[in-house]
């Protein structure tokens, strides 16, 4: 016979699930669901859903997934538009103050853009405003770093990336590169526009809903590989952009942002530049993996509520 204080009740609904999952073998899994459904049933008992309303947000996210596809994650829009995304990324990317910081990976990323000579056009379209992107890469005291890998991509003129339109050939603004023997490289583009998340499905609803806009600012992605050193994921965003303020994913840093300005005479003449051609220049900083200890030990610091 169950004893009465096994059954599930409003009280005990916490403890009635937990012990159902006591027999788990996987640590982390058992750690994870162990405060996932208190705050689970937290929030529930709280806002005192009602049948209807559970009933909702189980059909939002059945919606979120049937829009989701090979070319489209609703989720990760989901997981980008709540803060989520920003916030692992922030745990998990502790960094010191002399190394440039991450932003989110976004929706779409593509691995295996082709690698690209230095000086290549990434835009192959036709279209846009050009620009020329400059910059170095070095380590966190500001030695150069040769043989970076930079993995690039951005949108369209007119805010598109080639996954979602079809006017676009495969790999369009795209391309790896690696920096020479003094950590530099360069590359052409066009410049990036600010644009829309997917907003046709329920994540563009809930925006709706809450009152926000799904607009991103102007901005390149870049991930940096080096061995020895973390992986960098991180977007250059164009000074200057309406929405740097009110950026839909929360992506935004401020040491992320750079202007854009008109070559210089030397620049133009080197690598003949057209007229009207806008520079972006940009300085990355990595962290070697051999400082994770003390952006870890600062963190715990941190978490234990002392000044860092």
């Known amino acids: 016979m169950v004893s009465s204080t096994q059954h599930f009740t409003e009280d005990r609904s916490v403890e009635a699930v937990l012990e159902r999952n006591a027999a788990c073998t996987d640590a982390r899994l058992g750690e994870i669901m162990a405060v996932l459904v208190p705050h689970l049933h937290a929030i529930i008992k709280e806002l005192r859903l009602t049948p209807e309303e559970w009933l909702a947000a189980i059909q939002f996210l ?8 090979d070319r489209r994650q609703e989720f990760i829009l989901l997981s980008d538009t709540l803060g989520v995304s920003m916030l692992v990324d922030a745990i998990n990317n502790r960094k010191i103050d002399e190394v440039t910081p991450s932003t989110v990976l976004g929706p779409f990323y593509v691995n295996g853009a082709p690698n690209l000579p230095m000086g290549a056009m990434i835009a192959h379209h036709g279209r846009g ?4 992107v400059l910059g170095q890469v070095s380590d966190e005291s500001g030695l150069p770093l ?13 805010g598109f990336y080639d996954t979602q339109d079809d006017s676009q050939p495969d790999m369009n603004l795209r391309g790896v590169f690696h920096t020479a023997t003094d950590g530099r490289f360069w590359f052409r583009s066009i410049v990036p526009a600010s644009y829309p998340i997917p907003s046709d499905g329920p994540v563009g ?4 809903a809450l009152g926000r806009h799904p ?3 102007a901005h390149i992605h870049f991930i940096l590989r080096c061995a020895g050193f973390d992986t960098l994921t991180t977007h250059i965003f164009i000074d200057g952009d309406p929405y740097l303020d009110s950026d839909a994913v929360f992506g935004v840093k401020y040491s992320l942002i750079a202007p854009l300005r008109r070559p210089t005479v030397e620049e133009q003449r080197q690598h003949a530049l057209p007229d009207g051609c806008q520079c972006l220049s940009l ?12 952006t870890g ?12």
């Open 129 to 132: 405003e050009p620009l020329f």
């Open 62 to 69: 059945t919606r979120a997934g049937q829009i989701s596809s």
């Open 215 to 217: 607009m991103r600012p």
């Open 205 to 208: 609803d809930m925006l709706k």
């Open 146 to 158: 040769a043989g970076v890998a930079l993995d690039v991509w951005q949108t369209s003129e007119d």
């Open 283 to 294: 300085d990355f900083r990595l962290q070697r993996e051999a400082l994770n200890h003390l």
């Open 297 to 308: 030990a600062r963190a715990a610091v941190g978490m234990n509520g002392a000044s860092l």
